[in-house]
Each structure stands twice: as structure tokens, then as C-alpha cells.
């Protein structure tokens, strides 16, 4: 079992910055990625951003340049940095622990290990 818990969110001007944080318990060595997703209002949940266990990422194109996705494996927390930000971005962002594939370059989200949730909103 992993446990995830999600903090950081927040409101925040468009332009501005946050910075999201995923930590993880439980059995985490058999963490292979680790996923963030986002889920806007009335919207399907979609991923934004993910890492492997070897350092590898990928973004979704809408925030390529403007996120970045990193880990510090010492706590087992990935953060997600948010910079200029913009009003399209608010959402429940989530994370969730599941399988990367550098090979294919895709992320296969566990439908077992999500946190909670954190809102985001960007207003603008």
C-alpha cells in the first residue's frame, strides 16, 4: 500500500507561482513514477506532469516551460513548481503513484494510489 498526501495549493494571481508538494508512505520502493493530474470543473482529470524513478519527466504541452516536475527521494516527495501561471489552470490537482515508461514516454497512473486533492485557482 501507498499512502500520498498533496499540499501547496492555493489562489493566486495569474502570472504568479506555486509550488506543489506529494509526499509518500507506505510501501514507496515499489514507486516506479509518479504522476500529477489535474481535474478543472466540470472536466475530465487529466495528467500534467510526471517522473520516473530514473529522473525522467514529461509535461502535457499546455505547461511545457512554464511547470516543472521534480523529486526529492530522501522525504519521497515530488514537488510540482508552477510559474505563470494563467486562469485555465485552476483545477484540483492530484498525484498519484503508478508506472512510467521511458521507453514509450507514458505514464500509467495506479487507479489504487491518489491523494486527496489541492485546489489551485488562478484568477485573472
Known amino acids: 500500500q501507498v499512502q500520498l498526501v498533496e499540499s501547496g495549493g492555493g489562489l493566486v494571481q495569474a502570472g504568479g507561482s506555486l509550488r506543489l508538494s506529494c509526499t509518500a508512505s507506505?510501501?514507496?520502493?515499489?514507486?516506479?513514477?509518479i504522476g500529477w493530474f489535474r481535474q478543472p470543473p466540470g472536466k475530465l482529470r487529466e495528467l500534467v506532469a510526471a517522473i520516473s524513478s530514473r529522473g525522467t519527466t514529461k509535461y502535457v504541452e499546455s505547461v511545457k516551460g512554464r511547470f516543472t516536475i521534480t523529486r526529492d527521494t530522501a522525504k519521497n516527495t515530488v514537488y510540482l513548481q508552477m510559474n505563470s501561471l494563467k486562469p485555465e489552470d485552476t483545477a484540483v490537482y492530484y498525484c498519484?503513484?503508478?508506472?512510467?515508461?521511458?521507453?514509450?514516454?507514458?505514464?500509467?497512473?495506479?487507479?489504487?494510489?491518489w491523494g486527496q486533492g489541492t485546489q489551485v485557482t488562478v484568477s485573472s
Open positions: 498519484n503513484a503508478g508506472s512510467f515508461s521511458s521507453l514509450s514516454d507514458s505514464y500509467y497512473p495506479s487507479p489504487n494510489y
Open positions: 507506505g510501501n514507496t520502493f515499489s514507486i516506479n513514477g
